[in-house]
């Protein structure tokens, strides 16, 4: 570096600091240094442009500078770490820096003062290393080498908008406080713009400024072992699965068990599936054997006085009551039937192979090329090893589908084709039928076949080896001890009678084995897994009458031990069915509960009422006003049995509808007996339940709070910065005073707090009720496009990706306590917009039907953009740009917003919003 250039800094700085600062030399590299002992100016230039190299930013008052200093600012930065250089006619600067900051405001600085200017990533010699941002300034645009700043600016600060649940919020890094109020959602009333722009503004508000936080960041979720009762929407089929498998599914094909307002168990769909790290989890035990791993901030149902409420895992104690369930959760259905010819799908043998092979490809190639004989024999001559021509007329004759036309030759038929394939699969049947043997097309499930698939769980295990199988060994056998003669007489019956297979019978010194040897029944109890480590429930069973569910308990208890007070304990080495077995049965009303190593019933002859039938005495008392009534009397103990409370309610004339709900309900008492935390990183889970935001997990099923991601955001408004606020619409008005309440607790508490008010966004995944979207698929599709009035109304559009990248040059450069425009500056109005559509898809422009326009239908929104372009900001698309890019999006993804217009929700919403409103 030039001596002189540093004694002329030398001399600047003590001009206007006092400041004297002395020039060494280093030998190693060699250098020259300026050293200045001040502490004054150190905390000024540390606050200004951070400590280390890696940290450096531009001081942000700099952007606000005119051209000129801005200039200076940026000669003075070359001279002292720029080098140049000339290749041909083109003379350039280079620079370089490790701060990914510094490279960002460096390339706003640029883009400023309208510089040319490519930049490049360089990876380190060492590992230790930082990366270097390198900065090459030319006197001519090099379209070759540049790569705009804005890759370096916003990559990794703003990511992962979503707009979900009561509160709508956009993910961020850094210590920041964002949320985003801009719902603006028409098929909501005013109270939910009410709920989310200014009562959820002040959920934020308080928790940022409660803990001094710049940004509040919230996920409350569950661990992916835990249980929890889904139903696949499309074949019907009930599971008990973790949560974690789940993930990668289509989530919305399932619902899950959850508890209605009426306090009814009820399976409701699912919306939304996240997943995410966690540092530290909670474990929570409680009465039934219950387990469960949560977040500290996911909540849990508890029972407080005669309320049901949320409460935060982390602040859960020992004697809190969750809420759980016991009762006839299940419609009456009617037993099951086992299509055999569906169960055995798939089996085969060496001859039935050969046998169906001709037919099939005959039938194939046939129903490929739908034309005359002649075709088909062409096309098969030769194929099929042995067969002649004559051989495939005569096979397609006697199938049924050639017939002789009035011309002399043969045709095919379409009809006679189909029954040729179906004739096809019971060639297949009855050929499996003789072969294995089976005597009958279907079973249906009795008591007696529940009791030994009950006992099958306990006592039995099927051939496992791919050996056994390929050999169609197919063993089910069942070891019971000598004593159970009751046991054995059951099998032997139901082989007999409900079977129609002979059982065999083998005795050891201390045991008796029964073996079914028969594939077809072998593949009847594999449903329920091959070994102890491998058993489970099928799907089928959920749903199943409580008659059937009793008898399949009978015969899983058969061995139990028996207590004093007609408890039975059964032992299981399987944590998974032992979960699944709880669900069971207190879907059938059947109370059933985990100890240990053991499951136990506790129904018969029980001294006490259990727990999962009580509610808290403070919940009747609260209701009824007292604890006796006309010589009715329940306890003073925390818990109530609900018969005890039934009972006592009789004899009141009028008693609360609330109450008696929750008394006829299935809904019980689960008591915390423990909470414990458990530090390490463990991947968490959560879903999404539209409308009552609960559901059912845990091996033992407790009520759970699904609570969505939780994020600060940027408040968006109306007009421009100074502007007073002039609200005509309940939506305007929530998002005005979601603004001023953020400015509130700027000036009363110091919070920093910056707000974005942002012009109309287009482009990707827009909810297709907002008006480009709904012109763009509307007019792919025909449809009339809805114009409100005489579409004179103007809007500035921009593109949401601009939109993203001004909110992120707010965030990291915007002054708190101030309030900037984003937006294009260019006005269009919506008629032209709409032809603009048109155009754009090919359509005629007959298709904009004038409506009926909407009550508080601002005519012009204009937005002053100067304040936060003296930021580094500027929109990269016109409005032609962004609406032709939003336009060939919807064009490609029908897949995304086709299912969207063609629910009840939309439709609904849609009628409302046009229907009877066209003028003429």
Known sequence: MDLSLLEGWQQDVRLFSNATGVITRREYPAAHQLVFNSRLLYELVTQLCGRHAGQKVIPHFIYNLQDEYKEEFLATYLAGDGSTESYKTVRSRRFCTTSPRLAAGMGLLLSLLDLDYSVYTREPPQEQWADSYNFRLVSRYDSHLNLRMHRFAYDGYVYDLTVEGTHNFAAGIGNIVVHNTHVDRSLMGPGSFIQTDIYGTYVLLEAAKEHGVERYHQVSSVTGDTPILVRDEETGEVALRPIASLDGEEITRYSVLTMTDEYQVAFRPLHRFIKHPADEVYEITYTGGGRLRATGTHSVFVFDGSRIVTKPVRELQAGDFLVTFVGDVWPEAQPYVFELRQLLRGYSYRGLDDTLRRHQQVLATVQARPARYTEPRRALHGQIAGTTVYRIAQTLAEGGYLEKTPGGVYALTQDALSDAWERLDDLWWDAVKRKLPIKRDRIVVTPLLMEVFGLYLAKGHCSPTEAEMAQDVGAVVFTLGREEQAALDKLVRCAREVLGIEPSIGEQESSVQVQYSSYWVHALFRQFGATAETKRLPPWIWTQPKSLIEAFFRGYEGDGTVKADGRRHVTTVNRSLAAELVWLARLHDLNMQITGEHYRRSESGSRRTPMARCVPTAAVVENLGCHQHRGVEISHKPLVGKDEALALAATLENPPERLMQLLNSPVGVAKVRAVRRVPGTVMVYDVSVPGNERFFGGNVPCLLHNTDEVYGEILEGRATETYPLHTRSPYSASKAGGDLMCLAYYHSFDLPVTITRGSNNIGP???????????????????????????????????????????????????????????????TRNIDMARMILDLLGKPHSLIQPVRDRPGHDRRYAL???????????????????????????????????????GELYQEYYRRQYAGRELT
């Not at 559009?797 to 306590?817: A, M, N, R, W």
């Not at 936060?868 to 336009?887: N, Y």
Request: glycine letters at 8%.
């Open 864 to 902: 002053d953009i100067r304040k936060v372009q003296a930021l580094g900001w500027r929109s990269r698309h016109t409005f032609e740009e962004a609406l032709e890019k939003t336009v060939r999006w919807y064009v490609e993804n029908e897949w995304w917003w086709r299912p969207i217009k063609s």
């Open 765 to 827: 995944y827009q909810y297709p009720e907002k008006v480009v979207p709904l012109f763009i698929t509307n007019a792919i599709d025909d449809l009339p496009l809805p114009l409100y009035g005489d579409g004179s109304q103007m809007r500035d559009y921009q593109y949401v990706l601009d939109h993203c990248e001004g909110i992120d040059v707010v965030l990291h450069k915007g002054k708190p306590g101030e309030i900037y425009n984003l937006g294009t500056g260019v006005e």
